[in-house]
């Protein structure tokens, strides 16, 4: 009697175990069945998935040499799958369709969607990183003080609080800090000019109608005139910091600056209103904390 259960526990776990075929082929839960002629592996189910290997991005960052091709599960920051090119890590969470056209990884492993539009490639989110490029960190003032003084480029999150407007909107960044030799922006991207913004308003119709375009359909308030969001652009309202310090108008205003120098210690930057769909111009102090865009290298 102990024969025959050890013998139907033996033949349970043969059951369970994958099927190999000619050719170094292998098939999971096929019924014996070869397996598609162009898979090494072929798993079949209809109520299972696979899991590939789930990490942190300080773990994905630290493999020592990834092959190419190499994918995991990020579990933190920008969570979903990355393979390795060969020569960096992308993020596959952002694909083709809606005119989305890939992504793009900052310094910090912040992943942000990117948008054709025209001819241009900008980002579709509002720039969060805390580096520039070669690694040192932006300067981070949150007293009103030293943002009055800063000495430098600089950087904030609205009221301070990282935790609530972070995704939301983005950092604000002073105009020393934009044109920064350091760059602000990824590898291959910069802060517009001037010049290519006026180039992204010409393409959506001019400044009377280029700000409805551009504005998010949420996350403004209401009653967020024009917005369509027609081309993806996503611009956010993530308000701005004064010269003095004080913060203002998140929800109802987004700016956004370009590294096009004006008059009197001012430079160029752009102006969206909950109110209505006009793309406005200014020149406002360089002491001011804007959102950022960044567009992809010619």
């Known amino acids: 009697m102990k024969t025959i259960f050890?013998?139907?526990?033996?033949i349970g776990f043969m059951l369970t175990i994958p099927n190999l075929h000619s050719f170094g082929q292998l098939s999971?839960?096929?019924?014996g069945t070869a397996p598609d002629a162009s898979a090494m592996l072929d798993v079949k189910s209809t109520t299972s998935g696979i899991l590939t290997p789930r990490m942190t991005v300080v773990q994905r960052t630290g493999i020592a040499t990834p092959a190419t091709g190499l994918l995991v599960f990020q579990t933190d920051g920008t969570a979903g799958f990355y393979y390795y090119t060969g020569v960096e890590w992308k993020f596959l969470g952002f694909g083709s369709g809606n005119g989305y056209s890939g992504n793009v990884i900052d310094m910090?492993?912040?992943?942000?969607?990117?948008?054709?539009?025209?001819?241009?490639?900008w980002m579709a989110e509002n720039l969060r990183v805390t580096h520039y490029r070669?690694?040192?960190?932006?300067?981070?003032?949150?007293?009103n003080i030293a943002w009055h003084l800063p000495g430098g480029g600089a950087?904030?999150?609205?009221?301070?609080n990282e935790s609530s407007f972070k995704l939301l909107s983005g950092a604000l960044y002073n105009y020393y800090a934009v044109t920064d030799s350091r760059n602000i922006c990824p590898n291959g991207w910069h802060v517009p000019t001037d010049a290519e913004f006026t180039t992204l308003s010409a393409y959506l119709g001019g400044d009377?109608?280029?700000?409805?375009?551009?504005?998010?359909d949420i996350k403004w308030t209401f009653p967020n005139t024009g917005a369509t969001n027609a081309n993806s652009f996503s611009a956010q309202s993530g308000?701005?910091?004064n010269n003095a310090g004080t913060f203002l108008l998140n929800g109802g205003y987004g700016y956004y600056w370009s590294t096009t120098p004006a008059t009197s210690g001012n430079a160029k930057h752009l102006g969206l209103y909950y109110s209505d769909p006009v793309l406005y111009r200014f020149d406002g102090d360089q002491l001011n904390g804007f959102s950022v865009r960044c567009l992809r290298d010619n």
């Open 155 to 160: 950087y904030c999150w609205y009221n301070n």
């Open 208 to 216: 009377a109608v280029a700000g409805g375009k551009m504005k998010s």
């Open 28 to 31: 999971i839960n096929t019924d």
């Open 108 to 121: 910090d492993g912040n992943v942000y969607p990117t948008i054709i539009i025209g001819s241009q490639e």
């Open 6 to 10: 050890n013998l139907f526990i033996i």
């Open 239 to 241: 308000g701005y910091r």
């Open 134 to 143: 070669n690694g040192d960190a932006i300067a981070h003032f949150t007293s």
